[in-house]
């Protein structure tokens, strides 16, 4: 399984230093961009876990390669009328989950190249960091193997998170 994400023309920095952190919360294999707007903005560096580190973050021309991106399920998550609502939509094995701008839309020609459009049925549209959580929440939340114990808390949690449950609670 792997998770892509292409985020068209993001302009803000705090977003796309959300974007990375979702990105490594949810362990995604790469982000890539287009525009130049984040480029400029980034070295205001954001990227408070510095997922960076971990995950390819890339500028390209075109956010779909019709070479490289020929194995993965290209899914773009936008409010188009005919689109599917994200409670509905089964998450593809590999996907390229691919984003708009925070102040436009995603053009017309990338979601003809699309396999599915989803979108997230909320009363009015979301911010860009928000939307990512959310779908790669979603895809988390939908696999048929969910960790149960405490592990993952214990290896998640800030380091100055110690809180237990009390006896009350059990």
Known sequence: MSIHLGIINPKS???MGSILRAAG???????????ERYARAK????????????????QVPTIIDPINDKNLTKVAIELVEGATPLPL????????YIF???DGSIEQDVVDHCDFVVYIPTVGCMNLAATV?????????KMTVMPSDDHIIKTSRDTNNRTKLGLVNK
């Open 89 to 96: 939509f089964e998450h593809p094995e590999d996907a390229l």
């Open 13 to 15: 920095p705090q977003n």
């Open 43 to 58: 070295t205001f560096s954001t990227d408070t876990k510095n997922a960076h580190l971990s995950i390819m973050v890339t």
């Open 25 to 35: 919360c949810y362990q995604a294999q790469s982000i890539r961009y287009t525009g």
């Open 133 to 141: 959580n959310v779908l790669l929440y979603d895809r988390l939340a």
């Open 100 to 102: 708009g701008p925070e």
